[in-house]
C-alpha cells in the first residue's frame, strides 16, 4: 500500500494512506444491446425492382457499429437478411416501380438474431409522362442504391458477447 505525507503544520506530518484510483470496469457479459434498437443498413450490392419477386431475400449489412454501454454489440459489416414483402412494376402513363423490404436477421458471431421493420422503395415517377397522358411512356424502375442507409430495429435483445 503506498502511502502520502500531508504536512498540517510547521513540524507535524500526518501520514494518510492512498488508494489506487481505477477506472469503472464494464463486465461485458452483462451488456446486453435492448429490443427496438436502431440498426442502420444498407444493401450489399444495388437491389433494383426489374427482376425481383416477392418472397425472394436480400442481402443487406450493417452500416454503423451499434454500440451499448461502450461495448460494440453489432459490428459495421455484419450481415443482415430481408425478404422482397411487396413490389410493383412500372406502369404506363408515368406509374414507377416499388417495393418494400421487411427485415428479418442480423448476424453477429455466428448467430442470427432478428430484426423488425420495413422500408418502401419507390422509383421516380415521370411526371411529364403523367401530365401529357402517355400510353406510350412508363415510368421508372425502383433502386435501392449500395451505399443507402435505411432503418432497421431488433427484435429481441442482443448480448455483448
Not at 500531508?6 to 452483462?30: D, R
Not at 450481415?79 to 406502369?91: D, L
Amino acid at each position: 500500500m503506498k502511502y502520502v505525507v500531508v504536512s498540517a503544520l510547521v513540524g507535524a506530518a500526518l501520514v494518510l494512506p492512498v488508494f489506487a484510483q481505477t477506472a469503472p470496469v464494464i463486465n461485458a457479459v452483462a451488456v446486453v444491446l435492448p429490443a427496438d434498437t436502431v440498426v442502420a443498413v444498407t444493401p450489399v450490392e444495388e437491389i433494383s425492382s426489374k427482376k425481383m419477386k416477392e418472397g425472394e431475400t436480400r442481402k443487406l449489412q450493417v452500416a454503423n457499429d451499434v454500440v451499448e454501454k461502450g461495448v460494440v454489440i453489432i459490428p459495421r459489416g455484419a450481415p443482415v437478411t430481408a425478404t422482397v414483402s411487396w413490389r410493383t412494376g412500372k406502369g404506363i402513363g408515368g406509374k414507377s416501380a416499388k417495393f418494400e423490404l421487411t427485415f428479418n436477421s442480423v448476424t453477429v458471431r455466428g448467430k442470427d438474431y432478428a430484426l423488425k421493420g420495413k422500408h418502401r422503395q419507390e422509383g421516380k415517377g415521370n411526371t411529364v409522362g403523367a401530365l401529357l397522358g402517355s400510353m406510350w411512356i412508363s415510368g421508372h424502375s425502383a433502386v435501392m442504391a449500395s451505399g443507402q442507409v435505411v432503418n432497421a430495429f431488433t427484435a429481441e435483445p442482443i448480448p455483448a458477447s
